[in-house]
């Protein structure tokens, strides 16, 4: 029995396809895809309706109530990624935003904890969440 020959374009679809999966697994790419279309490349979002990223994410990753809020928001906790992959994207965006900042990163179990609750007004507790903690 002879075993079936790979053909030059067969190799090459391989190729691709490789890097394509090695691509989506790369944090800031999910981002970009998933978060980026609201928040804009730039973390810079829509103020008031889409929050800019660069501005109290890194205040509420340093509260409970506030690292729940970041990954109950439908945004996040609806995302089409494992939850490995979420707390990979949001670790990413804390050293994107954040870059001097010590934040705490994420793991897949804390993902996993937070991940079922379902968030009816955003906004409403994000503004709850900074006006009730903020110094």
Same mark, same amino acid.
């Given at each position: 029995?002879?075993?079936? &020959?790979?053909?030059?374009?067969?190799? *090459?679809?391989?190729?691709?396809? !490789?890097?394509?999966?090695?691509? !989506? !697994? #790369?944090?800031?790419?999910?981002?970009?895809?998933? *978060?980026? /279309? *609201?928040?804009?490349?730039?973390? /810079?979002?829509?103020?008031? +309706? +889409?929050? #800019?990223?660069?501005?109290?994410? #890194?205040?509420?990753?340093?509260?409970?109530?506030?690292?729940?809020?970041?990954?109950?928001?439908?945004?996040?906790?609806?995302?089409?990624?494992?939850?490995?992959?979420?707390?990979?994207?949001?670790?990413?965006?804390?050293? &994107?935003?954040?870059?001097?900042?010590?934040?705490?990163?994420?793991?897949?179990?804390?993902?996993?904890?937070?991940?079922?609750? +379902?968030?009816?007004?955003?906004?409403?507790?994000?503004?709850?969440?900074?006006?009730?903690?903020?110094?």
């Amino acid at each position: 029995m002879t075993r079936p &020959r790979l053909t030059r374009r067969t190799l *090459c679809l391989l190729v691709i396809l !490789a890097g394509a999966k090695s691509i !989506a !697994a #790369d944090p800031e790419f999910n981002y970009l895809l998933h *978060c980026g /279309g *609201c928040h804009l490349e730039n973390g /810079g979002g829509d103020p008031p +309706i +889409i929050p #800019d990223l660069r501005k109290d994410l #890194d205040y509420l990753s340093l509260i409970p109530a506030g690292r729940a809020y970041i990954v109950q928001v439908p945004g996040s906790s609806q995302a089409p990624l494992n939850d490995a992959e979420l707390a990979e994207v949001l670790n990413w965006m804390f050293e &994107r935003f954040y870059p001097t900042a010590e934040l705490q990163h994420y793991s897949a179990d804390e993902i996993a904890g937070y991940r079922g609750v +379902i968030m009816m007004d955003p906004l409403k507790i994000r503004a709850t969440l900074i006006s009730q903690h903020q110094p």
